[in-house]
């Protein structure tokens, strides 16, 4: 009887390199799970693709957005067509780096973890290049400028860091409450009367008052649904920052459903924080019911966070599952109840773009603000039209409004 011994170090080893290789792509892989995975393996036993599939996938992912890339980092590493007769044997194939996976966003960071870095090769004979780089760009300008879909493991990295750094300044609105100001334009009677106890009844200068300033409330409703998953997990990096950059941010998630991660994202660490939302919430990459999100958030949340003239930012590619019955109605009522509301919309990117959705049509009426979200510039400029005082409704908004009804 053959030893079993030499198979069985010859799958932990193949299932080695595959975390490796998923780790590498930004899944959180340690040994721990490795060992896991290969309990998990031998348990089910390796005669059918389906149960070996789930068994890694069980063990290996802990987040719904994972998901699809563990499955393309799946078939790319076992993909040999006689694989069920090499699982017999316990015999894997190792990483394979010529095919690649439908969709080349993904394509490019299982690239960079399945094949790593290639070498340099050191000759004698090497020559020197000198580049004038008077007119490109510098790496830091061409980060800033690329698409969050297109983004390698690298830049991504990169990516978070500048957002959390990133500030998010509202224009200060003015309250009902005062504060003393010798050069107030109102006579603040009761400090006035305490002057005149403290001098014995004398008559004083009268004492005055302003009316306070403070950045307004700001709300977040960002789709999380599956064709907004490259850019959801980037824009729940900018939600944090801004979480933990002010006080009277209001977060909320929405698939299918509608869910308050506020409480989550004021994690200082951002990897808790990301953690406990991906817990929280349910309906991670499924489809969008864009009406029914914000019908719930009008009935359950707005009198409660849309005080003192909050500012609410909806992020969706306003694709809805029910092709926007009712959509019209919610939108109208949420935009009565705010001070501004601004739609940033990743597919505003495209030159081509045209309000033919029956969702996009159903929100365009009722926004003050209609911006593209799909980079770091776009949200830096989202940072600076916030910033300053100007009229409620972006100038450019009506003719996005006419096309849609048109």
């Known amino acids: 009887m053959t030893d079993p011994a030499p198979y069985r170090d010859r799958l932990a080893l193949n299932l080695m390199h595959f975390a490796r290789a998923l780790r590498a792509a930004g899944l959180p892989v340690g040994p721990g799970k490795v060992l896991q995975a290969l309990e998990a393996v031998e348990a089910v036993g390796p005669g059918n693709r389906t149960d070996f599939y789930w068994a890694l996938h069980a063990v290996l992912v802990s987040r719904r957005e994972h998901s699809e890339l563990f499955d393309q980092a799946f078939h790319i590493f076992w993909r040999n067509p006689d694989i069920l007769k090499k699982m017999m044997a316990m015999m ?33 004979d090497k020559t020197e290049i000198e580049i004038d780089a008077t007119f490109t760009m510098s790496a830091a300008e061409r980060l800033q400028a690329k698409d969050f879909e297109s983004m390698t493991n690298e830049e991504m990295a990169q990516a978070k860091k500048l957002l959390a750094t990133l500030a998010l300044p509202l224009a200060e609105v003015t309250t009902r409450r005062h504060r003393p100001d010798p050069q107030g334009p109102r006579i603040d009677p009761r400090a006035t009367l305490r002057r005149m ?3 014995g009844g004398d008559l004083v200068d009268p004492a005055r008052k302003r009316q306070r300033t403070r950045p307004p409330p700001l709300v977040v409703l960002c789709d999380i649904s599956g064709s907004m998953t490259r850019y959801s997990r980037m824009i729940l990096h900018f939600m944090h920052a801004i979480t933990n950059d002010r006080d009277r941010v209001h977060s909320f998630v929405f698939g299918t459903r509608l869910t ?6 004021r ?16 309906d991670w990459s499924g489809g969008t019911r864009i009406g029914t999100a914000l019908r719930a958030f009008n009935h359950q949340w707005a009198r409660r966070v849309l005080g003192q003239g909050a500012i609410i930012l909806l992020i969706t590619d306003g694709l809805d599952r029910d092709a926007g019955e009712g959509l019209a109605a919610e939108a109208e009522r949420l935009h009565k109840s705010c001070r501004r509301l601004v739609w940033l919309n990743p597919l505003l990117r495209w030159d081509g773009f045209a309000p033919k959705s029956s969702g996009i049509r159903a929100l365009l009426p009722h926004v003050d603000d209609f ?14 039209a916030l910033s300053r005082q100007g009229p409620r409704r972006q100038p450019g908004l009506r003719r996005w409004v006419k096309e849609a009804a048109g």
């Open 92 to 124: 894997l194939p190792t990483v394979r780096t010529d095919p690649a996976p439908d969709k080349p966003e993904m394509a490019q960071r299982l690239a960079e973890a399945l094949h790593g870095t290639a070498p340099q090769v050191e000759g004698k």
């Open 197 to 199: 106890l403290r001098s």
């Open 260 to 265: 308050n991660i506020t409480r989550h994202l």
């Open 267 to 282: 994690h200082k660490d951002v990897d808790v924080a990301l953690d406990a939302v991906s817990t929280a919430v349910a």
């Open 371 to 384: 911006r593209a979200t799909h980079n770091l510039n776009s949200l830096a400029g989202l940072a600076d």
